[in-house]
């Protein structure tokens, strides 16, 4: 039979043309997380939707891509990564020409999740392909290219979608995928090597029942918590219980992995290396504060300061450049040093970014202000994604490739997730304060009859994040007046709020930067390859 290579012996003679494949369906996942939020207001009025079906739009993709990871990464160990990459491609081309021929809100939201689930299928397929077809001096590198990926997609969606919107229709921002994902699964069908573990897997089918349920709790009460305002959802439903549900669901599923010697669906061998280990915990804090940095920004630049979408993701677009760039040098240092300490650097660095935003963003402040602590956020952001997979990854048995990648992916998204709702409940308390304390202040500029429903309105605009319109009944002069006070009230307690978070955000990166001295040593790999070793992966796909 013949042999794919272990990975000290290359799985494929090209490999970087095999990662360039496949980091196109994975670019085209990422870039569909944010790609449709640029398009809320449109979907809104032209399908008639209501503002609830449009989050959901958004919400439910990432809903199912998050749950489904863990599985999906072990399905590669079972059926071959390449196959499950193929999948999820066709999968997500299909279901996005199907977001684009929607002709309601909910036609559009199952095509979404079919989506979601097509891109949970692909995600975990790219991180177990790299220790599948890479030897280890170059794995850095290889996640240097898959941390650009990350970093450069999520922005790089509201300027594309803003431009489609501009010049097409909602609808091009789903069917430019067809072609792109026709053209990725032939290509990856025809050159990515055949890639399984050479051992028989089964799937722990009560494995991914638990897990799925579990997870699905967690992720849906963190994503719905604020639109519940964390509280009843219906009758004795509420978003606590629907969290803790999750919890104690994925605590019988961890029970049942470590009872389950045959074929566990979360191997917990994975986490006896301790570099997987703290890299998993070191992704969650990471992620948990980094995920909040562009969801204040953007909130800043399209609310407070009345930026478009486009024009917010031009402005921080250099940042994403940044990113990419800096991610691909990373990757080198991470070959040659270890990722261990180009890791600690970054995450400190993202801190101190972090903190001259702080210092230099005031109320009429605009994106030139932004420029020094983003440039550094950027260079600092791109010596934290390929170092982070990499360290994680180092030591990991290449044949649980897929559950470790399934895993480390799956820890992040909770991350993000968690921080996106602790942020925005953190965001959402300071700013009821900031604007009730800056609209008492300015209240004697309007009319006396005005006051009391001013502070009463601004206050209220810290749950939608956007200022309240006037009244109606004004005159001309009053009017301009009270949207002038309200934009001056807004943007001073936004800014007081959003430097609270940011702070926040701070210090969750430098407690995951003081984590990452619990790293293993770092030990330089070799390019040899080890005679006589025996080959880990067949072509069985």
């Not at 994975?26 to 449709?36: A, E, T």
């Not at 006396?448 to 749950?463: G, K």
């Not at 407690?511 to 005679?531: E, G, M, N, V, Y």
Request: hydrophobic share 50%; with cysteine.
């Amino acid at each position: 039979m013949p042999e794919v290579k272990s990975p000290e012996q290359p799985a494929t003679r090209r490999p970087w043309l095999v990662l360039a494949i496949m980091c196109i369906g994975f670019f085209m996942s990422l870039l569909d997380g944010s790609i449709v939020n640029v398009a809320v207001p449109t979907l809104i009025h032209s399908m008639d939707a209501t503002y609830d079906q449009v989050l959901w739009v958004i919400d439910g993709y990432l809903l199912l891509f998050s749950v489904l990871l863990i599985t999906t990464g072990r399905l590669g160990d079972i059926f071959g990564y390449r196959r499950l990459y193929v999948l999820g491609v066709i999968v997500f081309t299909i279901a996005s020409a199907l977001c684009g021929l929607a002709g309601s809100p909910p036609q559009l939201l199952a095509a979404r999740l079919v989506q979601g689930v097509g891109g949970a299928l692909l995600f975990p397929q790219v991180i177990s392909s790299i220790l599948t077809i890479f030897p280890p001096h170059l794995r850095g590198r290889a996640f240097g290219l898959f941390g650009a990926i990350v970093g450069f997609a999520p922005i790089v969606g509201p300027v594309l979608g803003g431009f489609l919107l501009a010049h097409l229709s909602w609808r091009w921002i789903f069917f430019t995928n067809v072609p792109i994902g026709i053209a990725t699964a032939v290509l990856a069908w025809t050159f990515a090597p055949p890639m399984r573990s050479e051992r028989r897997h089964r799937l722990d089918l009560l494995g991914v029942a638990l897990a799925t349920a579990g997870l699905s709790g967690i992720v849906f009460g963190l994503i719905e918590g604020e639109r519940y305002d964390w509280g009843t959802i219906t009758g004795p439903i509420s978003i606590t219980s629907v969290i803790v549900a999750g919890v104690a669901l994925l605590a019988v599923f961890v029970l049942r992995q470590h009872r389950q010697r045959d074929e566990p669906l979360m191997p917990l061998a994975l986490f006896r290396a301790r570099n997987f280990a703290v890299g998993n915990w070191v992704g969650f804090v990471f992620q948990l504060g980094m995920i909040g940095i562009m969801f204040v920004l953007v909130l800043y630049l399209q609310m407070a300061r009345g930026y478009s979408a486009l024009e917010t993701g031009l402005v921080v677009l250099p940042n994403a450049v940044l990113t990419a760039a800096g991610s691909m040098y990373a990757g080198r240092l991470s070959d040659t040093f270890g990722g261990k300490y180009i890791l600690l650097a970054g995450m400190t660095l993202l801190a101190v970014g972090l903190l001259v935003l702080v210092a230099m963003v005031g109320p009429g402040s605009g994106a030139w202000s932004l420029l020094p602590g983003l440039t550094i956020i950027g260079i600092a952001g791109g010596a934290t994604f390929a170092p982070l997979q990499q360290a994680t990854m180092d030591g990991v048995d290449p044949r649980l490739a897929g559950a470790a990648s399934g895993v480390s992916s799956t820890t992040r998204q909770i991350g993000g997730v968690l921080g996106t709702a602790v942020l925005g409940a953190l965001l959402s308390a300071r700013l009821s304060s900031t604007l009730r304390g800056e609209a008492e202040r300015r209240a004697g500029r309007l009319p006396e009859d005005l006051r009391a429903q001013f502070i009463d309105r601004s206050t209220a605009a810290a749950h939608d994040y956007r200022p309240p319109t006037p009244p109606g009944g004004l005159n001309p002069a009053t009017a301009g007046l009270y949207e002038r006070v309200t934009a001056d009230t807004f943007a001073t307690g936004f800014v007081n709020a959003m430097q609270t978070a940011l702070v926040a955000c701070a210090v969750a990166l430098v407690a995951a930067a003081l984590c990452c001295f619990l790293f293993s040593p770092h030990k330089k790999p070799t390019a040899i390859p080890a005679p006589g070793r025996r080959a880990e992966t067949t072509p069985h796909d």
